[in-house]
């Protein structure tokens, strides 16, 4: 379907005002915001790791809010168990037939909270839902409202008490994200701007979950010139024959790549990709699909060392076309 150039505009001008919104409660981590928008409207997932208290949680939540979708929370715990995610059947007496109790996962953005602190068994109750956007119980199958996003947190996982991701879980988040600490001031506005209240509770809806849906439809009319696709393969095909590397990337980070930097130069005020939108996107998007090797990570080397050397060893496309 092709979207008249008023509309994109009206699309990018909304995308805007979400931005702007959730930046009145998560000071300072522009890149983390645009990044959480992004994986919105390309309809993927984010997986948020950092270390705790540095607003993993709250950026979930202001995106929740300021789209005006519904929402739900999942805490995940050892305990927690995988019907505890995607709802149960239960015996109604009166009709005589089994009915299905939705789980919260039967939502539109689902936080999941400390995900790597329930077990693999727990953990793959998602593996569904990211990718088809359904789930299964007891034999029946439920589609998931749309639209449809898991934003999980994480704590490193050299923190006591967690569980690492298979490597099937993480190949389904779009991106991941790292807030890392505020600067000094920043810390200081954090406080002041919480001196009354959190500013979390006056954040108010800025967009319809009609009006995301149809700036997902939006971007597909940005345009990408056929060297970048071939840059964008490249690269992901790299990360699987470095020597470094014990798993690279799979195609879905191919797929994530091109429609990431379609949203990005979309926010950006672009209708055409830019070779800096797909090394911009690189370590977001490919860092947590890569597996070191042994050796590798007893030399201390990075998931994002690894991309940093790729992008190096691969000449970037010049002259590209910057529309059909």
Avoid at 96 to 117: C, H, M, T
Avoid at 129 to 143: F, I, L, P, S
């Amino acid at each position: 379907m092709e979207i008249k150039l008023e509309n994109l505009e009206n699309a990018r001008s909304k995308v805007q005002q979400i931005i702007e919104n959730i930046q009145n409660v998560i000071i300072g981590k522009n890149s983390a915001v645009e990044l959480a928008v992004v994986t919105l409207i390309c309809q993927g997932h984010a997986l948020i790791e950092d270390v705790p208290g540095v607003g993993k949680t709250m950026l979930a939540r202001s995106l929740s809010k300021s789209i005006g979708c519904d929402f739900s929370r999942i805490q995940f715990t050892p305990d927690l168990l995988p019907s505890d995610i995607t709802g149960v059947s239960i015996f109604n007496q009166q009709t005589g037939e089994f009915q299905y109790k939705p789980g919260p996962v039967v939502s539109q953005l689902v936080l999941a909270d400390e995900i790597n602190r329930a077990t693999p068994k727990t953990q793959s109750a998602l593996l569904e839902a990211m990718d088809e956007r359904q789930v299964t119980v007891e034999g029946n199958t439920y589609k998931l409202p749309r639209p449809f996003i898991v934003m999980a947190t994480q704590n490193p996982i050299e923190y006591e008490g967690t569980f690492p991701l298979p490597e099937a879980q993480l190949d389904r988040f779009f991106l991941k994200i790292s807030l890392g600490y505020p600067s000094r001031q920043e810390e200081i506005d954090i406080v002041e701007n919480q001196k009354q209240s959190h500013p979390i509770e006056d954040l108010q809806e800025v967009a319809s979950d009609k009006e995301i849906t149809e700036i997902q439809e939006a971007i597909r009319n940005i345009y990408i010139d056929d060297r970048l696709k071939e840059y964008i393969v490249e690269a992901v095909e790299m990360t699987r024959t470095h020597e470094d590397v014990a798993l690279g990337s799979s195609p879905r980070g191919s797929i994530a790549m091109f429609n990431g930097a379609k949203a990005l130069a979309f926010i950006r005020g672009r209708d055409f990709i830019l070779p800096d939108d797909i090394k911009e996107l690189a370590n977001p998007i490919l860092s947590h699909r890569i597996v070191l090797s042994s050796p590798a990570r007893m030399r201390g080397v990075t998931s994002n060392d690894i991309i940093d050397s790729v992008l190096s060893q691969i000449s970037v496309p010049g002259n590209v076309n910057l529309g059909r």
